[in-house]
Every structure is written in structure tokens, then in C-alpha cells.
């Protein structure tokens, strides 16, 4: 059973719930949110924060069944809250969110067998089968889709079905394979070491996907490695390189005849609860480090050791995709690149693009929220 107190004092009304749980509601904070101050079709407040003073208080707290109705004493308002929803949301926990999935780190030990894999048409069809996929590829930041169709936009058709598509200065769409004139080192045959992509974009790109058309040629093995994996042993091993990662940014720069996209990031990025964010690694678009000289040789130090972090067995997984097969991996998290191949042994093809984690993250409430 719901009770309610008033604490004039404290300026704040007190719920307990039946099961134990309690919360202080500050009296401002229920008058911003108080449910006619919201829109009834789009749910976006209307409320103007300024139209009351901040000394505002409640003169009277009823509870009816389990709505809790306040009058106020500015303006003779009543409000009426559903118990329900201030449990949900009573501060200093936040309303729950089916898209905030606690990553499971992995390192080289880790079988590609196991990664977690969904048919293409399945997860067309499948909700569940989708909510389930996005769920486990949260948590890994990397999975694999079989049974693509032998269409060059079935990846396309998969990474929309669960979000927009996100156009960076490849395109909306970008092909894998050697070609003459390349203007980036994925269009050539030589081995790519492990980087995240377009570092030097002000957000770089969420997740991508990399659908195999085609890997007939000798070599071109795909290799992946765990960047929060890395940057927690960092953080535990080896405090200080991990600071200067994280506190120091460098640039980044891609330029070509049509563009010149440069931004300087930190290759550890942590988000304002100092949890794990982003990594942005990619030494073939790092720029001329322009530190002061007298830091330069001792953020080199740091850097080296990540960067051989990024090569060791320890943490790297090889693995070789198949026509018909589609890599997603977490472009912010999962570090990506491959071995050299040979064009004249046979044609390598694959077809990505991006999707957001914004998108990524969006579909699996709404899929939660349906099931």
C-alpha cells in the first residue's frame, strides 16, 4: 500500500511504497512535471519552468486509490501523478532504459564460433528475433548475420530495419574492395591494422555493416578486438597511460580533393559518469600530433602501448566472412581491419554502411516496449 507525507521543511513530499521502496519528490520538481503540462499527443512538455516561483509549495496532498493529487499554493493548481509513475521515476535513479545493456568484455581467447549470430530473414520478419539480436550485439558490440541474400542491398534492408542509415562523405553505402585511385586504405588490397572509423568526424559513426558479397581471394582475413576491453586492463594495469588516453586529444584528419574533415578526440572517450564511452583509434588518419614538445615523447609512450595492445594475440580474434555473411560490430567500441589478400587469386567484395547508435538504441526500446 502507497502512504504519502508532506516535509514542508525540506520543501519535498515523501512516497513509500508497499514493497519498501521510498523517495523524496522535490515540490519544483513535481510542479515541472505534473502531467497537464504536457502535451497529450506528442508527450513533449509545454510547461514554462519561469511562470512560478522556486519557493513553490504544496498546501495540500491527497492520495486517492493510487494517485497522489496536489494543490499547490501558487495559483490554486491542482496536479494529479500516478504512484506508478513517480516510482519509476523518484530521483537519483532515472527511468529505466532497455537500451543501457552492461557490456561483456572479451579478449583473444574468445571463439568467433561463439559470437552471436541470427538468420537475415528472421530478423526481417521476427521482432522477438530481432530484440533478442540487438540485445546480444550490445553486449559484445560485435555478431554476425547468415543466410544474406545474394543482393547487393540486402544489407541495406537489414541495417534499416532497424534504423536510418547514416551518410558520411563515402555515402550513405561504401564498397570494400581494391579498386584504382583509392582515397581511403579499405579500397586497397594491403592489410589494414585495427582502427575504429572516420576519428576524424565530430561523432563517428555507430554501427556498421559489412555484408560479404563476395571473399574469393588468398588472404583478407578479418580481424576484430575489444576496445573496452583493452581500456579497462589500461585503467587497472596501467593508470597513467590510461589517463593520458583519456584526457589528451589528438587530431584526426581524412582529406582528399572534395574534403578536409579533421577533429581532435581522446583515444579513450568516457561519458559524465566516467563509464566507458568510445574509442577513437585509427593511426592511418591519426594527424601531426601538435602536443607541446615537452608532453610529446611521454603521450608517444601511451600511445605505443595501446596501439601494440591492438596487435597482440591476446586480444585479437581473426576470423574470414563468406558470401551470404554480414558483420555488425559497434564502430565506437570494436576495433575492426584485416590481413592483406591477393586480387589476382580471386574478387573481394563487401558492401557497408552505418547506423547510429542513437538508431541502434531506439529500436531496442521500442521492440522492449512491444514485447
Known amino acids: 500500500m502507497t502512504s504519502i507525507s508532506l516535509r514542508g521543511d525540506d520543501r519535498v513530499l515523501h512516497v513509500a511504497w508497499g514493497d519498501g521502496t521510498s523517495a523524496d519528490f522535490p515540490f519544483v520538481w513535481l510542479r ?72 561483456t568484455l572479451w579478449r583473444g581467447d574468445l571463439p568467433p564460433a561463439t559470437l552471436p549470430r541470427a538468420d537475415a530473414q528472421d530478423l526481417l520478419i521476427n521482432d522477438s528475433a530481432l530484440l533478442e539480436f540487438l540485445t546480444e550485439t550490445k553486449k559484445t558490440g560485435l555478431s554476425i548475420v547468415t543466410g544474406m541474400a545474394d543482393d547487393s542491398e540486402a544489407g541495406m534492408t537489414v541495417a534499416r530495419r532497424i534504423g536510418f542509415l547514416r551518410q558520411t562523405n563515402f555515402g550513405t553505402t561504401f564498397e570494400v574492395m581494391s579498386k584504382p585511385n583509392p582515397n581511403n586504405l579499405a579500397y586497397t588490397s594491403h592489410a589494414l591494422p585495427l582502427h575504429t572509423d572516420l576519428a ?42 590510461f589517463r593520458l588516453l583519456a584526457e589528451t586529444p589528438v587530431p584526426f584528419r ?80 570494436v576495433l575492426h581491419g584485416r590481413s592483406s589478400f591477393d586480387p589476382n587469386t580471386g574478387f573481394r567484395h563487401l558492401r557497408g554502411c552505418y547506423v547510429d547508435r542513437g538508431e541502434f538504441d531506439s529500436r531496442i526500446r521500442v521492440l522492449s516496449r512491444e514485447s
Open 32 to 103: 515541472d512535471n505534473c502531467p497537464s503540462g504536457f502535451h497529450p499527443q506528442t508527450q513533449e512538455r509545454e510547461f514554462d519552468l519561469t511562470s512560478i516561483p522556486m519557493d513553490i509549495s504544496v498546501s495540500n496532498a491527497d492520495l486517492e486509490a493510487e494517485e497522489i493529487v496536489l494543490t499547490w499554493n501558487h495559483g490554486d493548481h491542482v496536479s494529479r501523478f500516478d504512484s506508478g509513475w513517480l516510482r519509476k521515476h523518484r530521483p537519483g535513479f532515472g527511468l529505466k532504459d532497455p537500451a543501457q545493456i552492461e557490456p
Open 254 to 333: 581524412f582529406h582528399d580533393t572534395d574534403f578536409d574533415i579533421r577533429r581532435h578526440q581522446t583515444v579513450i572517450d568516457l561519458d559524465p559518469f566516467g563509464r566507458l564511452q568510445e574509442l577513437h583509434f585509427n593511426a592511418h588518419l591519426a594527424g601531426i600530433f601538435d602536443l607541446p614538445a615537452e608532453v610529446m615523447e611521454t603521450y608517444y609512450r601511451a600511445y605505443r602501448t595501446i596501439m601494440k595492445m591492438t596487435r597482440s594475440d591476446d586480444y585479437v580474434i581473426t576470423t574470414r566472412l563468406n558470401g551470404g555473411e554480414m558483420v555488425i560490430f559497434d564502430n565506437r567500441r
Open 200 to 241: 576524424n568526424q565530430e561523432l563517428p559513426p555507430g554501427f556498421q555493416f559489412l555484408h560479404c558479397l563476395a571473399n574469393e581471394a588468398e588472404g583478407g582475413g578479418s580481424t576484430f578486438c575489444d576496445g573496452f576491453a583493452i581500456a579497462s586492463d589500461l585503467r587497472e594495469n596501467d593508470p597513467e597511460t
